[in-house]
Each structure stands twice: as structure tokens, then as C-alpha cells.
């Protein structure tokens, strides 16, 4: 199983070759099922609240 966030147009960028994601695609997607899953990212929801809660905290006094 692989996951990613990024979808294939963007792999790209990460790998330093085209032709080299392309083949990589190719060996990936031969014989598979890709199930793609849409919506709001829960690992980045809870990250926002975390960083919310500790901005409308006051700051720590000195010492």
C-alpha cells in the first residue's frame, strides 16, 4: 500500500525526472486500484486547533 497527498500531476516535482516518475507510475499502477479520498485532512485539523489553543493562551511570566 502507498499513500500520498500529493496527486500523480505533482510527483514531478519531488522525483528529479520526468521519465523517471512516468516509469515509476507506470510499474506502480500496473494491475492496482487507486481509491482516492476527498475532504478535510484530520492530521491538519487537529494541528490548527493545537496551534489556536496555544496562541489564546497567555504567556508564560519570566523565571
Known amino acids: 500500500m502507498i499513500t500520498t ?5 505533482e510527483w514531478a516535482a519531488v522525483f528529479h525526472s520526468a521519465s523517471c516518475v512516468g ?3 507506470d510499474r ?3 494491475k492496482v486500484e487507486i481509491v482516492e479520498i ?3 485532512s484530520w ?3 487537529e ?3 493545537r ?3 496555544r496562541r ?3 504567556p508564560k511570566p519570566p523565571g
Open 5 to 9: 497527498n500529493r496527486p500523480f500531476s
Open 23 to 25: 516509469t515509476l507510475l
Open 28 to 30: 506502480l499502477c500496473h
Open 38 to 40: 476527498a475532504g478535510e
Open 43 to 45: 492530521r491538519l485539523k
Open 47 to 49: 494541528a490548527n486547533e
Open 51 to 53: 496551534t489556536s489553543r
Open 56 to 58: 489564546s493562551r497567555p
